[in-house]
């Protein structure tokens, strides 16, 4: 399948495969270096600029309008900027929404979900679904396996689960159940169905730019049954109110993420657009694991493979360490797993271009090659 060409502003000889903070488009980080030495609109250094400041105002209006419309949000959608990363959220959310309710329901599909699971259990009862625990987090569901009771105080899931490879690639849960989506690892990678989500949190450090900004789409008529009596910070509620600046909000993660707004608009031309790339590269990547003759094995039932992270390992962990150096020496970096499985791991978020991913499969078929 061929691989549609990404419009960047320069071509590098690094390729960035890290899991996170993972790879920037060329052009926002020209821009953003240039801001941080002078807006050119305000004539001050980015990090030197108010944040009560129009300017600033302007900024994060003209990134929330961008995420309304890459995304296709609904209009009883809030937008907020807010700061801890998806961590946070593993605890604000069960905060505002469990405290004092029936069991929420969780998918244990891997790392970070069991993350999430272990901070709601610290504020009430939670159900768990379905988990992949005992088959080593190798597939997610299937809907024929999902048992959700009555009156849950809401439905959690990770659509990707960075560390093992997994994606979902429908929206999991009943119709009539109110689902939370962790998807820090692929929001905007494809068109999301915010018609079937009451709240949806995203980190920036993938898709969307710089570490320090979470992006939390919820909806108002949900938002406002928050619990009573939440500390000020943590109470979506207020966030909403001051339109993310209740507090100095985090000026350069958010200018960064709108710089990759505007970029996956202008120049990917849009959501869309963006899932065939991804798409392809995804392809390309899996080609050279899955042709190499048994020498790569990917643990991931293929049906539920990550566009955002393919994880594989080499016949042995010494040859995992050998192609992660020879890599790295030839320009391709963050190819390591995760620290808690080892192997390796591609992660491909929608700045990876398409010729990176070309270089990659071409250099995993040369040392499968080369090693075999």
């Not at 797993?337 to 250099?363: C, D, K, M, Q």
Request: glycine content about 10%.
């Amino acid at each position: 399948m061929p691989i549609p060409a990404t419009p960047t502003a320069t071509r590098s000889h690094v390729h960035n495969f890290s899991g996170g903070p993972g790879a920037l488009p060329a052009i926002v980080t020209e821009q953003a270096a240039e801001a941080l030495r002078e807006v050119p609109e305000v004539g001050l250094p980015l990090l030197g600029i108010s944040h009560r400041s129009a300017w600033f105002r302007g900024v994060v209006d003209e990134a929330e309008a961008l995420i309304r419309d890459l995304a296709a949000l609904p209009p009883d959608f809030h937008v907020l900027f807010l700061q801890g990363g998806s961590t946070l959220q593993f605890s604000q959310i069960p905060m505002n929404f469990l405290r004092g309710r029936p069991a929420a329901q969780y998918l244990h599909t891997g790392y970070w979900s069991a993350k999430a699971l272990a901070e709601a259990r610290r504020e009430g009862a939670v159900d768990v679904v379905w988990s992949g625990e005992a088959e080593g987090f190798r597939r997610l569901p299937a809907d024929d396996e999902l048992r959700f009771a009555d009156g849950a105080a809401y439905v959690h899931y990770v659509s990707n689960e960075t560390v093992e490879g997994l994606q979902f690639h429908r929206v999991p849960g009943r119709g009539d159940a109110v689902r939370i989506c962790d998807a820090s690892a692929d929001f905007l990678s494809a068109p999301p169905a915010m018609d079937r989500i009451g709240l949806l949190y995203a980190h920036a450090q993938k898709n969307l730019g710089a570490a320090g900004v979470t992006v939390v789409l919820i909806r108002d008529g949900w938002m406002r049954g928050g619990a009573p009596g939440l500390p000020t910070m943590l109470d979506y509620r207020v966030q909403a109110a001051a339109h993310s600046l209740h507090n100095t909000p985090p000026v350069f993660a958010i200018y960064v993420a709108l710089l990759a707004l505007r970029w996956l608009r202008d120049e990917i031309g849009g959501v869309a657009a963006m899932a065939r790339i991804n798409a392809a590269k995804a392809a390309a990547v899996y080609a050279a694991i899955d042709g190499s003759g048994g020498f790569y094995r990917s643990r991931v039932a293929p049906a539920d493979r990550s566009r955002m992270n393919a994880v594989f390992t080499a016949p042995t962990p010494e040859l995992d360490r050998r192609l992660a150096a020879e890599a790295a020496e030839e320009g391709l970096v963050g190819l390591e797993g995760h620290r808690s499985i080892g192997g390796l791991r591609a992660s491909l978020y929608n700045p990876v271009t398409p010729e990176s991913a070309a270089v990659l499969a071409g250099f995993l078929r040369d040392f499968a090659r080369r090693r075999g």
